[in-house]
């Protein structure tokens, strides 16, 4: 028997519809914003930052993602679960948890320089001024080499945390698998490459 | 009670295992299948249409599934418990499957033909070796391949890349149509991809709907791999014996030195254990079967079978890669839209160049890779690359959004000649878990290798260069071999069983069975005389077919 496309699609309605799909991460988790929640969800322990360290997370993970018009910021997104979670699994060498570790300790110890208190503790516009200093490693300043290297670390994963979760995917407007069919980019997209199916009638000559 | 005799062992359920499972139950045989891994069928595992964020891995890889979470492989360049060594100073890395159906589980579905030169290629330039057989002793079983199991593609009456008997190719995308723009501009040529994956419905499998996810392995059948398209219709003749977990050790022999059967570990419980077959069919994997050979030592064969010239492990050659990607302006903030296509490239670029002008002599095709994938681990990695230099807060978020799938990559698979110094033994004093002898590589790219790499880095800058683009990465330096992967790393290990007519010289006849050895044959990357820049999966499986009409034919006239 055959199988038609439809069937076939059906099937996979169904297939993705039963599928044991675990609650986004974002979600299992008891972030502070949403504690209001019902039902209460399980306290989060986290595998490797410790407490401080989270406290240091949120508040940088969200100067780098912040809420915006269009969606949610990082933490709301599950990025500070995300972070632990891959720190923690055996792929992460223990050289770059190093990194990690020793990343939270220099920026406390930046912002308690410059201004008496962790960077946790710092009002926006204190917290600015110390990643203006870090955010653009191609002009970052020679002193500010390890911090710049730390921040990249932290936005890489954070961005990452955000923009794979449910929320980020929404953000982004991607729209998933699954499309059933197949006659080329959308116009509007052609459009502004300026490009059509009517390139490809063209060949090079065979030497 | 008496140990069952089979008519064909097969070691191995891959490309060329199930391949000739395939032809030779049709053919009435009964045979026995042995696979080192576990059961494993996309059509009932597959994680196909999971988003990325169901997991909190989001797709990130893991110890055995170095190309992510979700891909249907299990395997890599690292097994617990399953070493191999590296000859000092030398890299080589040797990439494994270990479940049913091997590496059509993981492999990108390009299917291309070998052509008239890549059989010839010692006529043609005086390197390397002919095959004993040529394109017109092959071209029927790609037909029958192509019918069997389906490919997409394009006539183009090239000389030497062969067309298949295609379905129709998918519409390029968006931004594979820009590259077609860059590539007339530079004089090469660009034309629709050949993949095994469902344009059409084709003898009870459904069309691809679209999703992407061929690496994951397709729940309903869309593209090719061996479990669903080849070993379950074999199984269901009800005359093939599927024996997963069973790790071969060596071919048996009796005392007129021909095979008896294969003794084996099954990994579940340790125990030693023997299949007895009057033919026995290796189709492990290229190395994996030289291993076998090797470890397949009798007062007959004291070398091991198929090498009494010393052969064996010698020859091998793998594809030479390297990749550069680049930020493409024009694609900048694109508006919304589905462009996810097949799992694999709309596109590519068969060899165009004249190797007596250049100074490399084999040819290399360009795959093409880009635009916006699904957001998973490793989204935008090193956004300080792009124009916004990096930065942090409301513009950071938005520069993500707009310079995301803003990039189009080049990968170079090109030919490696065999060379005397690239090759595998049995290491003297090395073994597996089970006991069993591991192998010891040798490896060493030549100037041809390199020159060739290096061609591929300046044509991909220059393309994204005429698209208005730039680079990621510096030109790599002849000290950096010219950004070449390492032997093994595109995982198209072929040739250290080769066959030939020479049996001082060549492991196996132009039927793929041993010299020395009447019911040994060898269906997988092993007979490969050469490389050629042909991904290998549609050859392997037109030999593997050839090679099981051949011993059907054979136990027909009683000589098997």
């Known amino acids: 028997m055959t199988v038609s496309r439809r069937t076939a699609l059906k099937v996979l309605g169904a297939a993705s519809a039963a599928a044991v799909v675990p609650p986004a991460l974002g979600a299992a988790v008891a972030a502070p914003d949403a504690a209001a929640a019902a039902p209460p969800p399980k306290p989060w322990k986290p595998a490797f930052l410790t407490a401080s360290e989270v406290r240091t997370l949120r508040v940088l993970a969200d100067d780098i993602i912040p809420r915006d018009g269009r969606s949610d910021s990082a933490t709301e997104a599950g990025a500070i679960e995300f972070v632990d979670f891959h720190l923690a699994v055996p792929e992460t060498t223990e050289a770059t948890r190093v990194q990690w570790r020793g990343g939270f300790r220099w920026l406390d110890a930046e912002a308690r320089r410059r201004f008496g208190r962790r960077y946790a503790a710092l009002a926006e516009r204190e917290r600015h001024a110390i990643l203006d200093d870090l955010a653009w490693p191609d002009r970052v300043k020679p002193e500010f080499r390890a911090g710049s290297a730390f921040f990249v670390r932290v936005r890489d994963l954070v961005a990452a945390g955000f923009f794979s979760s449910r929320m980020g995917h929404e953000d982004l407007r991607w729209q998933g698998a699954a499309q059933g069919e197949w006659h080329g980019s959308p116009q509007p997209i052609m459009d502004r490459l300026g490009v059509s199916l009517s390139l490809m009638d063209t060949r090079i000559p065979t030497k | ?560």
């Open chain 2, 1 to 560: 009670m008496a140990e069952t005799e089979y008519d064909v062992c097969i070691v191995g359920s891959g490309a060329g295992g199930g391949m000739a499972a395939w032809a030779l139950t049709r053919a009435g045989a009964r045979v026995v299948m042995l696979e080192a891994g576990p059961a494993w069928y996309a059509s009932r595992e597959s994680t196909m249409l999971q988003p990325a964020h169901a997991t909190p891995r989001r797709g990130r890889s893991t110890r055995t599934r170095p190309f992510g979470e979700h891909d249907a492989c299990d395997g890599g360049w690292e097994i617990d418990g399953e070493p191999y060594t590296r000859a000092p100073g030398t890299q080589f890395d040797w990439w494994r499957a270990r479940m049913l159906g091997g590496r059509t589980n993981h492999w990108g579905r390009i299917s291309l033909r070998f052509g008239p030169r890549d059989f010839k290629p010692r006529s043609h330039d005086g390197l390397g070796d002919d095959w004993p057989i040529s394109y017109a002793d092959v071209a029927p079983y790609y037909d029958r391949v192509d019918d069997l199991i389906g490919i997409f593609g394009s006539v183009e009456n090239r000389p030497n890349d062969p067309d298949s008997r295609f379905l129709p190719a998918p519409a390029p995308r968006a931004y594979e149509l820009l590259v077609k723009k860059a590539s007339d501009a530079m004089g090469i040529p660009c034309i629709p991809a050949r993949l095994s994956i469902l344009t059409k419905p084709l003898n009870g499998r459904p069309a691809c709907h679209y999703c992407g996810h061929c690496n994951r392995g397709c729940s309903v059948k869309a593209n090719f791999s061996s479990p669903d398209v080849l070993i379950a219709p074999a199984l269901a003749t009800g005359k093939l014996t599927l024996v997963t977990d069973a790790m071969a050790r060596e071919v048996s022999t009796g005392a007129n030195g021909l095979a008896t059967g294969v003794h084996y570990v099954d990994t579940r419980t340790g125990e030693d254990r023997h299949v007895k077959a009057r033919v026995v069919v290796l189709a492990a994997s290229a190395c994996e079967t030289a291993r076998l050979l090797l470890n397949s030592r009798s007062p007959a064969h004291p070398q091991g079978i198929a090498n009494q010239g010393g052969v064996v492990g010698k020859y091998l050659t793998d594809t030479t890669g390297t990749d550069v990607a680049g930020f493409i302006p024009a694609m900048v903030d694109l508006p919304p839209g589905n462009e996810v296509g097949v799992g694999g490239g709309h596109v590519y670029m068969p060899w165009w160049g004249d190797n007596a002008k250049l100074g490399f002599p084999r040819g290399y095709h360009i795959e093409v890779w880009g635009g916006r994938g699904e957001p998973s681990y490793g989204f935008m990695g090193g956004i300080h690359r792009y124009p916004g230099g990096g930065g942090y807060g409301a513009k950071l978020k938005d520069d993500y959004r707009r310079y995301w799938g803003a990039t189009i990559g080049f990968s170079g698979r090109g030919e490696m000649i065999p060379n005397a110094d690239s090759f595998c033994e049995l290491d003297p004093t090395v073994v597996d878990r089970w006991g069993i002898p591991v192998l010891r590589f040798h490896w060493k790219w030549s100037d041809h290798e390199l020159n060739q790499v290096k061609h591929m880095q300046e044509t991909f800058r220059a393309l994204v260069a005429s698209m208005g683009g730039q680079v990621f990465s510096d030109m790599p330096t002849k000290a950096q071999g010219y950004g070449i992967a390492p032997g093994g790393r595109i995982i198209h290990e072929l040739g250290c069983v080769r066959m030939g007519t020479d049996p001082q010289t060549s492991a196996l006849d132009a039927n793929c069975r041993a010299h020395d050895c009447r019911n040994v044959f060898v269906a997988d990357g092993g007979p490969f005389v050469s490389q050629a820049d042909k991904n290998p999966t549609w050859t392997i499986m037109a030999l593997a077919w050839r090679t099981a009409d051949f011993i059907t034919a054979a136990r027909t006239r009683g000589e098997l």
